[in-house]
């Protein structure tokens, strides 16, 4: 079957077989691998991508559901070369260390704000509850969130 | 010299965090090479059982198949091991735990194969299964690895001083039993390897999720039968490993390995989660007994010790980790008389092995909830009886070692745990508080107002620390040297690598600080190479906490050589006394006389034109350690830090659940390089430790795991810690760069043994076995289900 959607900000189509996985179209046809596969049961959050704005885990979602919807992934969240706020704030507060959760968890904490753009520590770490750390202990992740909170509110 | 750095100690970026946070990081599975096969694995569902024959005739000529590899495609070591050879790479005649692969079918995709296994026809004998380490040195008991002739792995015998002797002269005595559970690295990356032939001469290169690249490479060799250079391994990013990603690693890169070199053609392994849990080597479970003998001053005169661990189906690391228990039995403390004798055995359980603490949280765990509890029996607070026994400079350890030559930091670590957490008043107030009790009036059974239990009334705080001390490096356990490469490009940007490994903790980072610093660089002009065993010098596993003092001092040293050839240079050119002293900060070259002579770029430039070699090769190696193995003394480490933990927790009583409020940890980690870096090693270590101590835990049923992936292996997850303080005490230390020393293991090993004196000082009842999950807390019991189901039985 042919799936056609929004990638990245690109239009897509491609044909993809009914039992074939988000995460897999996404890592096998698209080469987009920054989505990482943790567990396969949805529980790890590392295959974290956003679907129409909202943070699911591609490993529960097949490649046909995404026909007609906007798809976001870690490679899509930047402006050109401009590192999203996100980004720039994990940088700077030591937010990552093995990475491997990162993508997802940037893209946990971006549904996140712009849903709710004054977020409380709970409601962060509400967000990225699904999205298992072993490395950080959460704590450089949740300032980082914070802080681009912040940052985004004095801009508007 | 703490003063005058310009970059460490201070917040750098991570220097890998750019390619990490934008996805573009490549981790071992998200290479792919044109023609690579993938590979799956034939298991049987037995914890012990004789392979009489594996029939593959149905399956031999199906089109998805494109090789069938077993032990009779290995050339070389059909068994392998970090230390003793006990470990099958395929598991042809016996299998002695549920993770042990027999043979490996290669094709085009998984999908198409794994179908295929269910009809592999497997004729095997099943054997009695062996799952009580308790039951593993009986004379009757059924033989894991019958050509070692007992289910031994190791013994380790510890005397000091004169055992009976010491609790003669005790006024009492206390004796305990403390259990610790088995538990799973639950690194986020399942491992993933892909080897490439690379034609006769070049043998084979190996890219993966590999900790130990040189470790990996010595025994894809030796099952290759192929010499060192032949087999090249480069580190893929690694997705986390805390001690995991080793023996496995090995063994499935050696697989990857043959198949690449019978197929001709790269071949990848992935595992799923399940599998990863089901193969990979794990945390020792421990049974700790302990018997201490005390005077009523408080001071300890005798400790008898026996440790035994469960190191499951295969030798792995168990004898150097037990060597670390050993080492450390009797924690910090200063103590006459010492009988210890540590055992590892072999069953048929999960195989265990290397795990960030090595060894050390299951004795932490126990002695210090034995010193919490002799401070309540003679009214003391827990700081008091640790800073009586607690080492001082001068002290000699349980192995007879004199600590000397660096601040011996402990009592500092403790004073200032307990000061920035007011804990002997906290401590002190929780114990007044009585257990809320329900007082039902004779006249009528309705419940005054006053007499409802409000929700608050069922939390209940406790406040607990744990202390420990803990020897840097390798320590007796072998060779301890590192090797850093360094070279210098003409327009001043620099090229820098070592052999230590990059896992996650922020290594490169570090090392690129420690650089900059020396040649006044900034760290953005150095650019961090790939590790790869074909350019790098061997520098020994990247374990034991030694990445920062002994890679950081290879760094140092080669930075310094190039600098001092770079200062002699400079002298020189700008005709400047032999005197004159040479300085580089800021980009730029400065001399004492005259200022600023140059930019790092222009005297790389004059250098360059005189034909000077920029590039050199640092070394670092640790000074000798020895140890006697028939009486376990000797000086053990070179050197040791210390570390102080405060957990405050809320206990339900109801529930039984512990949330932890806050930990304070105190380290001395010497001096502090990479500012970010260090303190994500106590958040994250504190987290694991956490785990460790109130919810982790894999259950098996006959060998069987029964928790396989993150629905039932439960790791701590955004909400389920609160407030983390990270506090470093920066002790002077004549090793390390800078005399920094070591932090990974230290900030995971503590926090257990604290959240657990912690719900003591709640509850006013002592918990003996981890982890502190629910029924644990309210039955004093573990809770488990009758088969690999799910559902609770006693």
């Avoid at chain 2, 900059?516 to 520098?539: A, M």
């Amino acid at each position: 079957m042919e799936v056609r959607f929004k990638l990245n900000g690109k239009e897509v189509a491609t044909a993809t077989a009914s039992n074939i996985r988000l995460i897999d179209l996404l890592r096998d046809k698209f080469n987009l691998t920054g989505t990482k596969e943790g567990c396969g049961i949805g529980e790890c959050g590392a295959c974290t991508i956003l679907m129409d704005g909202r943070a699911v885990n591609s490993c529960l979602v097949l490649a046909a559901q995404a026909n007609g919807k906007e798809i976001i992934t870690i490679e899509g969240i930047a402006d050109g070369d401009i590192l999203h706020p996100l980004q720039r704030r994990f940088l700077s507060n030591g937010a990552i260390q093995c990475g491997y959760c990162t993508p997802g968890m940037v893209l946990s904490a971006s549904a996140l704000l712009s849903q709710n753009p004054d977020p409380s520590e709970e409601d962060i770490k509400e967000a990225i509850a699904g999205n298992l750390c072993r490395c950080t202990g959460y704590k450089q992740i949740i300032d980082a969130v914070k802080e681009t909170a912040k940052e985004l509110q004095l801009k508007q | 010299m703490n003063k005058g750095f310009s970059v460490v100690g201070k917040s750098v970026i991570r220097e890998d965090g750019i390619d990490k946070v934008t996805g573009k990081a490549k981790f071992a599975d998200d290479y792919k090479f044109d023609g690579m096969l993938h590979a799956v694995m034939l298991r049987i569902n037995e914890a012990h059982a004789r392979i009489n024959s594996v029939d593959f005739l149905e399956i031999e000529n199906n089109r998805n198949v494109f090789s069938i590899i077993s032990s009779a495609d290995i050339p070389g070591a059909k068994k392998v091991g970090m230390i003793k050879n006990d470990q099958p790479i395929f598991c042809d005649e016996k299998v002695v735990t549920p993770g042990d692969v027999i043979a490996m079918l290669v094709g085009e995709s998984e999908d198409g194969l794994r179908p295929l296994l269910s009809k592999i026809k497997i004729d095997y004998s099943p054997l009695p299964v062996l799952n009580d380490p308790k039951k593993s040195l009986d004379k009757d008991a059924v033989l894991i690895h019958p050509e070692a002739g007992s289910n031994l792995i190791i013994h380790h015998p510890l005397r000091k001083g004169d055992i009976q002797k010491g609790f003669d002269e005790s006024d009492e005595i206390l004796e305990q039993t403390y259990t610790t559970q088995l538990i799973e690295h639950a690194y986020i990356e399942p491992e993933a390897v892909i080897a490439i032939p690379q034609g006769i001469s070049q043998g084979v290169k190996i890219i993966g999720s590999i900790q130990n690249p040189f470790s990996c490479r010595r025994i894809v060799a030796a099952v290759l039968n192929l010499p060192l250079a032949k087999v090249r391994v480069q580190q893929a990013h690694l997705g986390g490993s805390f001690g995991g990603k080793d023996d496995t690693m090995a063994i499935l890169a050696a697989r990857a390995a043959v198949a690449a070199l019978k197929t001709g053609r790269p071949v990848k392994i992935r595992y799923s989660r399940e599998e990863s849990i089901l193969e990979s080597y794990k945390r020792h479970p421990y049974i700790l007994d302990y018997k201490a003998g005390y005077m009523k001053n408080g001071k300890i005169k005798a400790i008898k010790i026996e440790l035994l661990a469960d190191g499951g189906a295969y030798t792995s690391m168990s004898p150097f980790v037990t060597w670390r228990s050993v080492v450390q039995a009797t924690g910090p403390y200063e103590i006459e008389n010492v009988h210890t004798d540590v055992r590892a055995v072999y069953t048929n359980n999960p195989y265990t092995g290397a795990m960030r603490g090595f060894g050390s949280p299951q004795p932490i765990f126990a002695q210090e909830s034995l010193m919490d509890e002799i401070a309540l029996r003679l009214g003391m607070t827990p700081d008091e009886i640790r800073r009586i026994n607690g080492y001082k400079v001068g002290s000699v350890t349980a192995t007879g070692q004199t600590l000397k030559d660096h601040d011996v930091n402990l009592i500092t670590v403790l004073s200032t745990a307990c000061e920035n957490t007011d804990f002997a008043k906290k401590w002190k107030n929780n114990l007044k508080k009585k257990s809320v009790a329900l007082e039902l009036s004779k006249d009528s059974p309705i419940l005054k107002d006053d007499q409802f239990i409000r929700p608050d009334d069922n939390i209940k705080k406790g406040i607990g620390l744990a202390l420990s001390f803990r020897g840097c490096s390798l320590g007796a356990e072998g060779m301890d040297a590192s090797a850093a490469y360094i070279s210098i490009q003409n327009d001043g940007s620099v090229y820098l690598d070592c052999g230590l490994a990059e896992n996650g903790q922020g290594l490169r980072t570090t090392y690129t600080i420690i650089a900059s610093e020396v040649l006044g660089v900034s760290p953005d002009k150095i650019i961090y190479l790939e590790l790869d065993t074909g350019i790098t010098p061997d520098s020994g596993p990247t374990v034991a906490s030694r990445g920062t003092i002994m890679g950081g001092g290879a760094v140092k040293n080669a930075a310094e050589t190039v600098r001092d050839k770079l200062t002699a240079l400079v002298k020189e050119e700008f005709k400047l006394p032999a005197d004159d002293i040479i300085s580089f900060t800021d980009n730029h070259v400065h001399s004492e006389s005259e200022g600023t002579l140059a930019s790092f770029q222009d005297v790389c430039k004059i250098a360059s034109s005189q034909g000077m070699n920029l590039s050199a090769i640092g070394w670092y190696k640790g000074p000798n350690v020895h140890w006697d193995e028939e009486t376990g003394q000797g000086d053990a480490y070179f050197t040791y830090v210390y570390g102080c933990q405060v957990a405050e927790v809320s206990v339900n009583i109801s529930t039984g659940e512990v949330y932890i409020d806050k930990i304070t940890a105190v380290h001395d980690p010497g001096t502090v390089i990479n500012r970010l870096g260090a303190e994500g090693q106590v958040f994250g270590g504190v987290t694991q430790g956490a785990g460790y101590g109130i919810f982790e835990e894999v259950t098996t049923d006959k060998g069987f795991i029964r928790e396989l992936n993150f629905d039932t292996y439960t790791i701590p997850t955004s909400k389920d810690i609160s407030e983390i303080i990270p506090i470093f005490v920066e002790g002077k230390e004549s090793y390390g760069p800078w005399g920094a020393k070591s932090l990974g293991e230290p900030t995971l090993e503590l926090t257990a043994a604290a959240i657990s004196n912690a719900v003591c000082n709640a509850l006013g009842k002592r918990l003996f076995n981890l982890p502190l999950n629910l029924e644990e807390v309210l039955l004093n019991i573990k809770l488990r289900p009758a088969d690999t189901k799910r559902g609770s039985l006693v």
